[in-house]
C-alpha cells in the first residue's frame, strides 16, 4: 500500500511495517554486559583451579613456642645422607680383584671397610639426631576445652617433617623445681633434653634457637600446663 504524508508529519505514514532500527547502548546497559562477562570468566576460571579444602569447625588452635636454629641446613644434610651409603660400592674393588686375582691386599680390605663402616654410622648418627632435634614447638588448642597437646616437630629418615603430638602429662619437665640461677646455667648451655614417657628424648637449644613465645614454653618446660589443664 503506498505511503501517504500529512501536513505536520515529517516522516511518512504508511501501513507497512516499520523496521525497529536498533538504539545506541547506554552505559548501563554495557555496565550490565560487562559485569555479566566477568562473572561467566571468573566461574570458568574457578572450575579450571583446584578447590580449597575448607577448614574444619573442630581443628585445633596452633601457637609456636619455639623454632629450633639451622633447620634448611641439617635437613639438606639429612636429605644427602643416602649419598653416604653409596660407600658400598668401595666393596666393588676389593670383590673384584678378588675374582680376578684370587686375593685381595690388606691396604685394599681395611680402607673399603673403614670407608663403609664410616658412612654408615654417619647415616645412623644422622638419622638419630633428626629425629629428635626439634626444628618446631607448638602447642595445639583445642575448642571446647578440651586437653591441649604439644607437638615436637622433627625430621624423619628422608627429611621431611614429622609433627609428633605429645600429651602435657607425659613430659618429664626438665625446669621443673629450678631455682633462678640454675635456670640460667641451663639456658647458657646448648642443648636441653626433654624426655617423653613411651616415645623418645627431645632436644631444644635455647640458648641458640628463636623463643617464639617464651612464656607458655616456660609453662610447658616448667610442668605449669598440666596444673592449669586440671584446674580448668
Not at 504508511?14 to 559485569?35: E, F, K, Q
Not at 685381595?104 to 654417619?122: E, F, H, K
Request: contains cysteine; proline residues 7%; positive net charge.
Amino acid at each position: 500500500m503506498p505511503c501517504t504524508w500529512t501536513a505536520h508529519q515529517t516522516w511518512p505514514k504508511c501501513n507497512c511495517a516499520v523496521l525497529s532500527v536498533p538504539s545506541r547502548p547506554t552505559n548501563a546497559v554495557l555496565l550490565r554486559g560487562a559485569r555479566r562477562e566477568q562473572r561467566c570468566f571468573s566461574s570458568s576460571v574457578l572450575e579450571n583451579l583446584p578447590h580449597k579444602q575448607p577448614t574444619p569447625q573442630g581443628a585445633a588452635e596452633k601457637t609456636v613456642l619455639y623454632r629450633g636454629k639451622g633447620m634448611v641446613p641439617f635437613r639438606v644434610l639429612v636429605r644427602l645422607k643416602i649419598f653416604q651409603l653409596a660407600g658400598v660400592a668401595a666393596l666393588a674393588i676389593p670383590i673384584n680383584t678378588f675374582l680376578v686375582q684370587g686375593s685381595v691386599s690388606s691396604i685394599q680390605a681395611v680402607m673399603a671397610t673403614a670407608l663403609v663402616v664410616g658412612c654408615g654410622a654417619a647415616s645412623v648418627t644422622l638419622w638419630y639426631y633428626s629425629r629428635r632435634y626439634v626444628g618446631e614447638l607448638s602447642l595445639r588448642l583445642w575448642p571446647g576445652g578440651r586437653q591441649p597437646l604439644v607437638c615436637f616437630s622433627v625430621l624423619d629418615f628422608w627429611g621431611n617433617r614429622e609433627d609428633n603430638l605429645v600429651a602435657p602429662e607425659r613430659l618429664i619437665p626438665p625446669l621443673q623445681g629450678c631455682s633462678p640461677t640454675e635456670l640460667r646455667q641451663i639456658a647458657e648451655q646448648t642443648l636441653l633434653p626433654i624426655d617423653v614417657e613411651g616415645d623418645r628424648q627431645y632436644i631444644l637449644s635455647l640458648r641458640h634457637g628463636h623463643l617464639v613465645n617464651k612464656q607458655r614454653l616456660m609453662e610447658v618446660l616448667k610442668g605449669s600446663l598440666i596444673k592449669e589443664d586440671k584446674h580448668t
